[in-house]
């Protein structure tokens, strides 16, 4: 690290801020950052190269590229692994890019959807602390994310949220609730579009809690090839964590 990096005042805020896009697809359902109960089916991969990125108060950070890994070994359950190589610009320096926290998941669906219930599932993730976080590229320290997502389906209309405890053992950082519900709708067998509300209790010390919103949604060419896109901003202290971001994927199932 160069003697501007360890001496600009910014630093420890975008490498805090830079952990903010990588959580975002911790706990995401491509494309927002709320997920829902699908797994994929038994032996069934689902591979996505995804591209996000945050503007704050003082720079932009995020993701380019990250992969993420979805695979069913047994009926109703999921294994995730996400490999992000993470950047940052703080404001008037050089771009800084390197390897990011790696995440592994495991998502359960222990209820299945019917006509009267929704579907529910849990969907606990470790982060592990491999992004030097001097460089604000990673957290410092462990993370365990603990949420209960549900869905449910009307014809072409789907709706699904719910939330989980972000227990962050990273210096400087608290732990925290993440909030999240989505509305989406299957135009056809193309096109699906939708939008997100989320909130978070404050996740750095001192820091106060936020809401935001993104809109987004698929196009499906086929079965096996799908683009996958959002993009929304902050609602409150959006100037320190969030005042626009974009998502962007390219996912081939199989």
Not at 156 to 178: A, H, M, R, S, V
Not at 208 to 236: C, M, P, W, Y
Request: glycine share 12%.
């Amino acid at each position: 690290m160069s003697a501007r990096e360890a001496s600009s005042p910014i630093r420890p805020v975008l490498a805090a801020l830079t952990l903010a896009g990588v959580a975002y697809s911790a706990c995401a359902g491509p494309p927002f950052r709320t997920d829902d109960p699908d797994v994929r089916g038994v032996r069934e991969l689902e591979l996505n190269v995804f591209f996000e990125q945050t503007l704050v108060a003082d720079g932009r950070e995020g993701v380019q590229p990250g992969i993420e890994f979805n695979y069913g070994p047994i009926e109703n359950v999921q294994l995730t692994l996400l490999v992000p190589a993470g950047f940052t610009t703080p404001s008037g320096e050089a771009i800084v890019r390197g390897f990011g926290d790696l995440e592994l998941g495991v998502k359960y669906r222990f209820i299945n959807e019917t006509d009267s219930l929704p579907a529910v599932a849990v969907s606990p993730l470790v982060a592990i602390p491999t992004g030097d976080s001097d460089k604000g590229l990673g957290n410092g320290g462990s993370q365990v994310f603990v949420p209960l997502w549900l869905s449910k389906k009307w014809g072409q209309l789907e709706t699904y949220g719910g939330g989980g405890y972000w227990n962050n053992n990273g210096p400087n950082w608290k732990n925290y609730w993440f909030l999240g519900w989505v509305v989406q709708y299957e135009l056809d067998e193309h096109w699906t579009l939708g939008g997100e509300l989320f909130y978070n209790t404050g996740e750095e010390l001192g820091q106060q809690s936020s809401t935001g919103f993104n809109l987004g949604g698929a196009v499906n060419f086929d079965e096996h090839n799908h683009i996958l896109f959002s993009a929304g901003k902050g609602l409150r202290n959006a100037a320190v964590t969030n005042r626009v971001s974009t998502y962007v994927a390219y996912s081939l199932t199989f």
